[in-house]
């Protein structure tokens, strides 16, 4: 009996870090459709969304100035969990009065209208995503 009370709070200490073990490095670019950086989407972020075992698991990174990002679940860039994601972008918030200019089209900024979607497999993941500005832009 008292070998099980030992046990049991080690297995639980080791099921609850199993999750981190599961993400995979994650990284990535937003660009414009000829390849260059999105100015004004630096600040904003980039995030995954993802089913397993009945549960949504969420990973985000924020995109930097030359639209790069990399992806983080529990903690800052430590990967995604793998499988197939939807993913949306969402841009940098509007500072005081000063409403934000719409940089990319604004279907990118939910899950249901954006139309991405990323395979974090196994290893090194290294995702590129060319979007649409938005309408009335070129």
Known sequence: MRRV???LPVAALLAGGCGRDGYQPARGRLTDPSGNPIPGLAGGSVVFEATADGRT?????AIDADGRFVLGTDGLADGAAVGTHRVLIS??????????????????????TSGLTAEVKPGANEFAFKLDPPPGRK
């Open 5 to 7: 009370a030992i046990l």
């Open 57 to 61: 698991v969420s990973a985000s990174g």
């Open 91 to 112: 841009p940098p918030d509007a500072t005081g009065d000063i409403a934000a200019k719409k940089v990319i089209h604004p279907r990118y900024e939910a899950f249901d």
